[in-house]
């Protein structure tokens, strides 16, 4: 298989379509459940993100790719660049609130670049559906600020965590967080640093795998976060 290097690819229409499903599912328990507490809406926001950027990849496999491209390829990429953003909030409502200068700045930058997502020129949505994967492109300078986003962010958090385990403050639950993190980090990478991917396909890899951080999020640090008497 040939591997364009100015593509991003995702998983197969099934998967995508079973991911959304999934993520769907457990955005609603965590919403019926935790939704009285500011880490439990962040945290249904962070599932809701994740389903919003599948059914989307789903779509654009299985239906006629009409006026409705453009759309579906927007929707997909707005709910994916608030992931960073969404990720340094729990981190901050995991540490006292002490980084609400970073957790604004995040979601100021997210905005900005939604709205060039927005106001992108259609011509610069490519997409092929191959049936095993698609690929797409935003168009060099909107992709450039994505990443931009991505990496900025993602730092940012890694580092809090790290410095906290470290400094062993709330030690439990930002080692969960930081393995949350991983988890999706590390294989992704791994692939890119193999030449299996190209650049432009880490976020749609990013997504498959944060299927995984998901699920750590919602076994072991809402109920961590939710009974404190558990964190030693």
């Known amino acids: 298989m040939r591997i364009d290097s100015k593509k991003i690819y995702c998983f197969t229409p099934l998967v995508s379509l079973g991911t959304f499903l999934v993520e769907s599912i457990l955005a609603i328990y965590v919403l019926y459940k935790y939704r009285k507490t500011d880490f439990g809406i962040v945290s249904f926001f962070v599932l809701f993100s994740l389903a919003s950027f599948q059914l989307p990849e ?8 009409s006026i409705y491209y453009v759309l ?3 929707i997909s990429f707005i709910g994916t660049i608030f992931l960073p953003a969404l990720g340094v ?9 002490k980084y609400s200068k ?22 610069d949505f490519i997409h092929i559906c191959t049936g095993h994967y698609v690929r797409f492109s935003l168009g060099t300078f909107v992709t450039k600020i994505y990443f931009f986003t991505y990496i900025i962010l993602i730092a940012s958090s890694m580092y809090i965590l790290i410095s906290k385990i470290i400094q062993k ?8 967080m930081l393995l949350a993190f991983l988890i999706f980090l590390i294989p992704t990478y791994t692939l890119y640093f193999l030449s299996f991917i190209p650049n432009n396909g880490i976020p749609s890899v990013l997504c498959g795998f944060a299927l995984f951080a998901a699920l ?10 939710h009974d404190k008497d558990m964190v030693k």
Do not use: R
Request: proline share 2%; charged share 15%.
């Open 58 to 65: 789903y779509l654009l496999c299985t239906t006629d790719k």
């Open 169 to 176: 403050k709330n030690k439990v639950l930002n080692t969960w």
């Open 89 to 97: 909030h729990l981190v901050h409502l995991l540490n006292e609130k």
């Open 102 to 123: 970073l957790v604004t700045f995040g979601y100021i930058l997210a905005s900005l670049v939604s709205i060039a997502i927005m106001f992108n020129k259609g011509e």
């Open 72 to 74: 579906l390829m927007q």
């Open 216 to 225: 750590i999020l919602i076994a072991k640090i809402l109920p961590l976060y």
